[in-house]
């Protein structure tokens, strides 16, 4: 067993009533691989935002999770040799069973989730308590979710947004302890968030999404006045990747996220936690595109993997600056 506080990390209750009161939201950022992390990093030193780490179980079983572990392990001296340590909260990202969120906070997590919206509520709420339990023995925050997200999450996937009902958020944090909800009102995961026919057109001929559903948002924070709200599905899924993707051989269709001002709104509620992995796998998609097809003799990976990683600590920035409003608060 390996405490997160021996690693440097923290757990996300400080972070939350700050962010809570600054009316921010952090960062969640998920990473898969070395120049991901760095990324993430350097770019949250520079703007001196806390961040959270996000680690799936695809990231798992993709890079292994003792690699990770020590990545994030690693990831806190290398924000101390950049020149100024941000908090660094590690956490698990749709965990989908009490062993997997032992096993994590067992080797250093400061932060799980445990995904229980595709159960029953009652199935849902003594699931989301068993890890609580555990997580709260050693001092790390659990992160619970109610209603159901349209799009692929994980190896489930649904057509259309349960939306969170406010009626049960209650009963839910109370009977399960935990420290932040997720809630659905209108996000959705990947870089096809909406159908064209959902979507409104401006004068441009740009698509439009439907405006996320504040209402419901606004019932939540009645019901649970303070309590940490947490955004999934919240990339915006900038054109100017999708095009260049586009541009240098890519096939990306009817790309369409959430409009920043929706986040940046989001943010002056009591949404705490933004959750962004998209827009980073398309940043990177991107610049390695770009590169191969200008440069086709390149064989070196860090010839296409550094501009990629560039391309990426650029997008981070304008996130804590300009959606998120974390930049300055670490
Ligand atoms: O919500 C899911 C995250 O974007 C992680 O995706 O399961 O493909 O690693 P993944
Ligand atoms: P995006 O697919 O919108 O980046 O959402 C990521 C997410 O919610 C990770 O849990
Ligand atoms: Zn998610």
Same mark, same amino acid.
């Given at each position: 067993?390996?405490?997160?506080?021996?690693?440097?990390?923290?757990?996300?209750?400080?972070?939350?009533?700050?962010?809570?009161?600054?009316?921010?939201?952090?960062?969640? !950022?998920?990473?898969?691989?070395?120049?991901?992390?760095?990324?993430?990093?350097?770019?949250?030193?520079?703007?001196?935002?806390?961040?959270?780490?996000?680690?799936?179980? @695809?990231?798992?079983?993709?890079?292994? #999770?003792?690699?990770?572990? !020590?990545?994030?392990?690693?990831?806190?001296?290398?924000?101390?040799?950049? @020149?100024?340590?941000?908090?660094?909260?590690?956490?698990?990202?749709?965990?989908?069973?009490?062993?997997?969120?032992?096993?994590?906070?067992?080797?250093?997590?400061?932060?799980?989730?445990?995904?229980?919206?595709?159960?029953? !509520?009652?199935?849902?709420?003594?699931?989301?308590? #068993?890890?609580?339990?555990?997580?709260?023995?050693?001092?790390?925050?659990?992160?619970?979710?109610?209603?159901?997200?349209?799009?692929?999450?994980?190896?489930?996937?649904?057509?259309?947004?349960?939306?969170?009902?406010?009626?049960?958020?209650?009963?839910?944090?109370?009977?399960?302890?935990?420290?932040?909800?997720?809630?659905?009102?209108?996000?959705?995961?990947?870089?096809?968030? !909406?159908?064209?026919?959902?979507?409104?057109?401006?004068?441009?001929?740009?698509?439009?999404?439907?405006?996320?559903?504040?209402?419901?948002?606004?019932?939540?924070?009645?019901?649970?006045?303070?309590?940490?709200?947490?955004?999934? @599905?919240?990339?915006?899924?900038?054109?100017?990747?999708?095009?260049?993707?586009?541009?240098?051989? @890519?096939?990306?269709?009817?790309?369409?996220?959430?409009?920043?001002? #929706?986040?940046?709104?989001?943010?002056?509620?009591?949404?705490?936690?933004?959750?962004?992995?998209?827009?980073?796998?398309?940043?990177?998609?991107?610049?390695?595109?770009?590169?191969?097809?200008?440069?086709?003799?390149?064989?070196?990976?860090?010839?296409?993997?550094?501009?990629?990683?560039?391309?990426?600590?650029?997008?981070?920035?304008?996130?804590?600056?300009?959606?998120?409003?974390?930049?300055?608060?670490?």
């Amino acid at each position: 067993m390996i405490h997160y506080k021996e690693l440097g990390l923290v757990n996300t209750r400080e972070l939350f009533k700050k962010a809570m009161d600054g009316k921010y939201a952090i960062p969640a !950022f998920n990473f898969n691989n070395l120049e991901q992390m760095q990324a993430i990093i350097s770019a949250c030193v520079e703007t001196k935002s806390p961040v959270i780490l996000q680690v799936s179980s @695809g990231a798992r079983k993709y890079a292994n #999770q003792t690699l990770l572990r !020590f990545l994030a392990q690693g990831a806190v001296e290398y924000a101390k040799e950049l @020149g100024y340590p941000i908090p660094i909260v590690l956490h698990l990202d749709h965990g989908d069973s009490f062993e997997l969120c032992k096993n994590c906070i067992d080797m250093g997590f400061s932060s799980v989730m445990i995904d229980g919206s595709h159960l029953s !509520f009652d199935e849902n709420i003594a699931l989301t308590k #068993q890890v609580v339990e555990y997580a709260h023995k050693h001092d790390v925050s659990v992160e619970g979710e109610l209603g159901v997200l349209a799009g692929v999450e994980d190896e489930v996937s649904s057509e259309h947004h349960t939306y969170t009902q406010p009626d049960e958020v209650i009963e839910f944090v109370t009977r399960t302890g935990v420290d932040s909800l997720a809630i659905s009102i209108g996000t959705s995961h990947g870089a096809n968030k !909406f159908t064209p026919a959902q979507c409104t057109r401006d004068a441009n001929g740009i698509l439009i999404p439907p405006p996320l559903r504040f209402d419901i948002l606004e019932e939540i924070e009645k019901c649970i006045p303070g309590f940490p709200i947490v955004l999934h @599905g919240s990339s915006s899924v900038p054109l100017a990747y999708i095009e260049t993707i586009n541009k240098y051989g @890519g096939e990306l269709k009817d790309s369409i996220g959430i409009p920043e001002e #929706q986040l940046r709104r989001a943010t002056t509620s009591a949404v705490c936690k933004i959750n962004i992995d998209s827009d980073g796998r398309l940043a990177m998609t991107a610049a390695i595109r770009e590169m191969f097809a200008k440069k086709p003799g390149e064989f070196d990976p860090r010839k296409y993997l550094g501009p990629a990683r560039d391309e990426l600590k650029k997008l981070y920035m304008h996130k804590t600056v300009n959606v998120l409003g974390s930049a300055g608060k670490a």
